[in-house]
């Protein structure tokens, strides 16, 4: 039998004894509830970075997996019905109380992701007070590298023989496949629309988080959602655990050699 990587799955006896064997690394992750298109439910980053989670988890093979926090901070989707959005303040709170639980627990390194564009800047922004607030004997490390993450999806779809333009970030050709990948026979695929089309750079995501998406797209969608696949979805999530616990396990051999 596996052994349970999940906390929320787990008895605290466990969780006891996972830390004595030296479990003591646990991944938090983060998405969010907000509007994807037409085509998608307002769960995708929720339910993304939840396998993301179990995934990175079980590359290190030393964490465990925090419940993901469902809610982010998306307030340039709040256009759209639906989407529930934190201010940065709040979901800030929130990690803190994750990581002060955690850490009083005997975790040491606390892992943070998150499956949502709009976390990425307040996770690298709050890194070093969440870092301060667990003490000496605890570490908090983050991975927000959006750019990294988006240049992994344009070549998996590239491979895959689908134009790599209709990666735009938001329910495109790449997300979209990762929800049908993890949820299949959920996308509305009757309802797939092309969004806007054009480079994922830094003056594009000035624009939408500073403008909001309707600046961008009328139909809440960055890319085209055509040519979607499970496939494509299933080679986009393990390609991007293995980004984020290369990553972790970069900054932990580090903060282990210093």
Same mark, same amino acid.
């Given at each position: 039998?596996?052994?349970?990587?999940?906390?929320?799955?787990?008895?605290?006896?466990?969780?006891?004894?996972?830390? &004595?064997?030296?479990?003591?690394? /646990?991944? !938090?992750?983060?998405? $969010? %509830? =907000?509007?994807? +298109?037409?085509?998608?439910?307002?769960?995708?980053?929720?339910?993304?970075?939840?396998?993301?989670?179990?995934?990175?988890?079980?590359?290190?093979?030393?964490?465990?997996?925090?419940?993901?926090?469902?809610?982010?901070?998306?307030?340039?989707?709040?256009?759209?019905?639906?989407?529930?959005?934190?201010?940065?303040?709040?979901?800030?709170?929130?990690?803190?109380?994750?990581?002060?639980?955690?850490?009083?627990?005997?975790?040491?390194?606390?892992?943070?992701?998150?499956?949502?564009?709009?976390?990425?800047?307040?996770?690298?922004?709050?890194?070093?007070?969440?870092?301060?607030?667990?003490?000496?004997?605890?570490?908090?490390?983050?991975? &927000?590298?959006?750019?990294?993450? /988006?240049? !992994?999806?344009?070549? $998996? %779809? =590239?491979?895959? +023989?689908?134009?790599?333009?209709?990666?735009?970030?938001?329910?495109?050709?790449?997300?979209?496949?990762?929800?049908?990948?993890?949820?299949?026979?959920?996308?509305?695929?009757?309802?797939?629309?092309?969004?806007?089309?054009?480079?994922?750079?830094?003056?594009?995501?000035?624009?939408?988080?500073?403008?909001?998406?309707?600046?961008?797209?009328?139909?809440?969608?960055?890319?085209?959602?055509?040519?979607?696949?499970?496939?494509?979805?299933?080679?986009?999530?393990?390609?991007?655990?293995?980004?984020?616990?290369?990553?972790?396990?970069?900054?932990?051999?580090?903060?282990?050699?210093?």
């Amino acid at each position: 039998m596996t052994a349970p990587v999940l906390l929320e799955a787990m008895t605290y006896e466990e969780i006891r004894t996972a830390l &004595a064997e030296g479990r003591r690394d /646990v991944v !938090v992750p983060c998405g $969010a %509830v =907000e509007q994807h +298109g037409p085509h998608l439910p307002l769960d995708v980053d929720a339910v993304h970075a939840e396998r993301l989670g179990r995934e990175v988890a079980e590359r290190l093979g030393t964490a465990l997996v925090a419940p993901t926090i469902r809610v982010g901070v998306s307030p340039h989707h709040m256009a759209f019905p639906g989407t529930i959005s934190l201010r940065p303040e709040t979901f800030e709170a929130v990690y803190s109380d994750y990581c002060r639980s955690l850490a009083a627990h005997g975790f040491r390194t606390i892992l943070c992701f998150s499956g949502h564009g709009g976390n990425f800047a307040p996770l690298a922004d709050m890194e070093q007070r969440l870092d301060d607030l667990v003490g000496p004997d605890c570490r908090v490390i983050v991975f &927000a590298d959006l750019q990294g993450l /988006v240049a !992994v999806w344009k070549k $998996a %779809v =590239e491979e895959a +023989g689908v134009d790599p333009d209709h990666v735009g970030g938001h329910a495109d050709v790449a997300e979209s496949s990762v929800y049908s990948f993890l949820r299949p026979g959920e996308v509305r695929t009757d309802r797939v629309v092309r969004g806007h089309v054009g480079p994922v750079d830094d003056e594009m995501l000035r624009r939408l988080f500073d403008d909001g998406m309707t600046a961008l797209s009328a139909n809440g969608v960055l890319g085209d959602a055509h040519g979607l696949s499970s496939g494509i979805g299933e080679v986009c999530v393990q390609r991007v655990a293995d980004m984020i616990a290369g990553h972790f396990a970069h900054r932990m051999g580090d903060v282990a050699a210093s």
